[in-house]
Antibody
Framework: QVQLVQSGAEVKKPGASVRVSCKASGFTGYFIHWIRQAPGQGLEWMGWINPYNGVTNYAQNFQGRVTMTSDTSINTFYMELSRLRPDDTAIYFC???????????WGRGALVTVSS | QSALTQPRSVSGSPGQSVTISCTGTNSDVGGYNYVSWYQQHPGTAPKLMISDVHKRPSGVSDRFSGSKSGDTASLTISGLQADDEADYYCCSYGGGNTPILFGGGTKLTVL
């Protein structure tokens, strides 16, 4: 059965980094996308990673601050965001893409709170 | 690139139909047949309702339909039910430096 299990909530101070994990089960070989949602706000696409070769594509807004990686040996994906700001407070979702922009399975989300 | 433009809210009574629009540009919505729609209930992850402008994934009710004209895509929900009350987001491929764009979301209220 397909599942994406994400790591738990995090509280970070401004300027710090956070790494969110997303363990996939029941499948291999699909692109994984990261999408975030600030409290009461809409969805914002952050980027994707190709698990076959580790190639990534990041949204312009996050370039230089985000790093997406994967560990194929344990079918786990990671999203690290650095130089955190209070407006990075959001739920961070990982999602499986089966075609282009079609996300058929999502993780439950990981809340990252950035506060001094 | 800016987010796609959706109405902030729409409403309808049970049994009625509603349409949610999603306006972009000829570089995103108008340029590709890659528009998806997602339904999100409070506290849950989004659920794919429509892909490739008009395709319904397996298990999605045929009360949901999608279309596109020029730079505007639309999601129509017919025979409104109480459980349809949720936030709806459009998503489009857009090329460029940010190739995937979401709309700002539309809150559907079933009266």
């Amino acid at each position: 059965q397909v599942q994406l299990v994400q790591s738990g909530a995090e509280v970070k101070k401004p300027g710090a980094s956070v790494r969110v994990s997303c363990k996939a089960s029941g499948f291999t070989g699909y692109f994984i996308h990261w999408i975030r949602q600030a409290p009461g706000q809409g969805l914002e696409w952050m980027g994707w990673i190709n698990p076959y070769n580790g190639v990534t594509n990041y949204a312009q807004n996050f370039q230089g601050r985000v790093t997406m990686t994967s560990d194929t040996s344990i079918n786990t994906f990671y999203m690290e965001l650095s130089r955190l700001r209070p407006d990075d407070t959001a739920i961070y979702f990982c999602a499986r893409s089966y075609s282009n922009i079609d996300y058929d399975y999502w993780g439950r989300g990981a809340l990252v709170t950035v506060s001094s | 690139q800016s987010a796609l433009t959706q109405p902030r809210s729409v409403s309808g009574s049970p049994g009625q139909s509603v349409t949610i629009s999603c306006t972009g540009t000829n570089s995103d919505v108008g340029g590709y047949n890659y528009v998806s729609w997602y339904q999100q209930h409070p506290g849950t992850a989004p659920k794919l309702m429509i892909s490739d402008v008009h395709k319904r994934p397996s298990g999605v009710s045929d009360r949901f339909s999608g279309s596109k004209s020029g730079d505007t895509a639309s999601l129509t929900i017919s025979g409104l039910q109480a459980d349809d009350e949720a936030d709806y987001y459009c998503c489009s491929y857009g090329g460029g430096n940010t190739p995937i764009l979401f709309g700002g979301g539309t809150k559907l209220t079933v009266l």
